[in-house]
């Protein structure tokens, strides 16, 4: 018996929401950038933030990992829950919540260090290595997932800084990967790459979501359409709209997306 219509079109169910937000609003220096946003991203999704510039996609996105903190004068309210737990209670470790929820920049950033050492370091500082044959292991498995493996095999002892643009975002995916990741947040991951660069990060990110939730910010409609299953649509610190890609770019449900879309804002 085939699955029902129903079925096919069923939404997803509580038990596979990984994160939770709820009524979340940040200030900078008491200059609100997010307010009121709720919104629930699912397992092995690709959501794709969109919106003007300035109107708050990347304050958003970092409120997801507590990456905020590191911001002097930056204050988050409301509730962010990963797997149900709360990510700003004073019990969470901070250094284990990005490793669950790890980050990819706009700009390339690997350590100064080989690019063996690059992915190594997380899974050591986190105890994830039996040992040495163990964290070769690891190295390997995420050069290979980030796509990079046949690029870098023969020189692994080599500085990441050698590496192109594009070799070094995918460094720093598999960096990400390395820590066992349960979400990875991207922000404009390609901004700084070419097209080449760009389409093989935009495979990569295909890829990945079959194991991870990918949230990422982009400022290219064409990126987002390409690559999301789901946009959110960002208009002066508000979430406008959330839904399937398809629909946003052709039947979206708010005005303002529609405007932005369509080429008449932003
Ligand atoms: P987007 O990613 O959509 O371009 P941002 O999240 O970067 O938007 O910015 C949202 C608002 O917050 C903007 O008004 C911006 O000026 C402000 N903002 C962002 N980062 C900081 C910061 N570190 N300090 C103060 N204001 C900031």
């Not at 980050?103 to 690997?110: E, G």
């Not at 409609?221 to 398809?246: C, K, P, W």
């Not at 979206?252 to 405007?259: G, I, M, R, S, V």
């Amino acid at each position: 018996m085939g699955l029902s219509i129903d079925a096919l079109h069923a939404q997803p169910t509580t038990s596979t929401i990984k994160i939770r937000t709820k009524d979340v609003d940040v200030f900078y220096d008491n200059r609100p950038a997010i307010k009121g946003v709720s919104l629930d991203l699912y397992k092995n999704e690709i959501v794709a933030f969109i919106g003007p510039s300035g109107c708050g996609k990347s304050t958003f996105l970092r409120t997801l990992n507590r990456m905020n903190d590191t911001i002097p004068g930056c204050r988050v309210e409301g509730g962010v829950y990963l797997d149900g737990e709360d990510i700003y209670d004073d019990k969470i470790d901070v250094v284990m919540l990005r490793a669950r929820v790890g980050m990819v920049f706009q700009k390339p950033n690997p350590f100064p260090k080989s690019i063996y050492e690059n992915v190594a370091y997380g899974p050591k500082i986190h105890g994830l290595a039996r040992g040495r044959s163990d964290l070769n292991d690891i190295v390997e498995e995420s050069l290979l997932r980030a796509g990079l493996w046949d690029e870098v095999k023969d020189r692994l002892n080599a500085r990441a800084t050698g590496l192109s643009g594009g070799q070094q975002q995918r460094l720093c995916i598999a960096r990400a990967i390395a820590v066992s990741p349960e979400v990875i947040l991207m922000d404009e991951p390609c901004s700084a790459l070419d097209p080449i660069a760009t389409a093989r990060i935009e495979e990569l990110i295909d890829e990945l979501s079959r194991q991870f939730t990918i949230v990422m910010v982009t400022h290219s409609m064409q990126q987002a359409a390409r690559v999301s299953d789901r946009v959110a649509y960002f208009h002066m610190g508000e979430l406008i709209e959330i839904n399937a890609t398809d629909k946003v770019f052709t039947q979206p449900d708010n005005q303002l997306t529609e405007a932005y879309i369509t080429g008449r804002f932003g």
